[in-house]
T-cell receptor, first 113, second 113 residues
Framework: NAGVTQTPKFQVLKTGQSMTLQCAQD?????MYWYRQDPGMGLRLIYY???????DKGEVPNGYNVSRLNKREFSLRLESAAPSQTSVYFC????????????FGSGTRLTVV | AQSVTQPDIHITVSEGASLELRCNYS??????LFWYVQSPGQGLQLLLK??????LVQGIKGFEAEFKRSQSSFNLRKPSVHWSDAAEYFC???????????FGTGTKLQVIP
């Protein structure tokens, strides 16, 4: 009963470094999402993947890229990290368009110094 | 554009007291409405959802919410709060496709013995 698994849980990067956040789900969900959570701002959608082989921009895509590797896995890449990308990142998945809600991972806390 | 307002940033209640967390949304039609709970260091967990039908919906952990169209509200309630309910609660509105889910900024609940 793993649900949505995110790695790593914590990461500190220097400005300009790159990294990839990994996400995997075992619920056979079609759709996957990356959100960032910042204090006082709720959750904001970075990218989503409606189905395997497709990805689309969300509300705040700048500075990020994604890959839907297969139905289970959806990764988020920061090519050149900036302090403004310090945040908590959540991966989520849903069956279809999410009218039944999302299942979230436990998050990655990223600090860019 | 749709929006979600959670007017209370922080609420403190005594254990055993009743609870009501407010959520107001702005959207032309009846949206899909959700409440999520986030415990410290964890991802969001779906508490309940509303699409249509009975305006009072029951969720997990003894929570319920009432949809009031005339007030554009979807308030979360619990008759008797337990110490384990201390967490942050997010209201969310889905008004369209994958990218049309808006989260409120959250209400942090503190429970005192």
């Amino acid at each position: 009963n793993a649900g949505v698994t995110q790695t790593p849980k914590f990461q500190v990067l220097k400005t300009g470094q790159s990294m990839t956040l990994q996400c995997a789900q075992d619920m056979n969900h079609n759709s996957m999402y990356w959100y960032r959570q910042d204090p006082g701002m709720g959750l904001r959608l970075i990218y989503y993947s409606a189905s395997e082989g497709t990805t689309d921009k969300g509300e705040v895509p700048n500075g990020y890229n994604v890959s839907r590797l297969n139905k289970r896995e959806f990764s988020l890449r920061l090519e050149s990290a900036a302090p403004s990308q310090t945040s908590v990142y959540f991966c989520a998945s849903s069956q279809g368009q999410g009218i039944d809600g999302y299942t979230f991972g436990s998050g990655t806390r990223l600090t860019v110094v | 554009a749709q929006s979600v307002t959670q007017p209370d940033i922080h609420i403190t209640v005594s254990e055993g007291a009743s609870l009501e967390l407010r959520c107001n949304y702005s959207y032309g039609a009846t949206p899909y409405l959700f409440w999520y709970v986030q415990s410290p260091g964890q991802g969001l967990q779906l508490l309940l959802k509303y699409f249509s039908g009975d305006t009072l919906v029951q969720g997990i952990k003894g929570f319920e919410a009432e949809f009031k169209r005339s007030q554009s509200s979807f308030n979360l309630r619990k008759p008797s709060v337990h110490w384990s309910d201390a967490a942050e609660y997010f209201c969310a509105v889905r008004s369209g496709g994958y990218q049309k889910v808006t989260f409120g900024t959250g209400t942090k609940l503190q429970v005192i013995p």
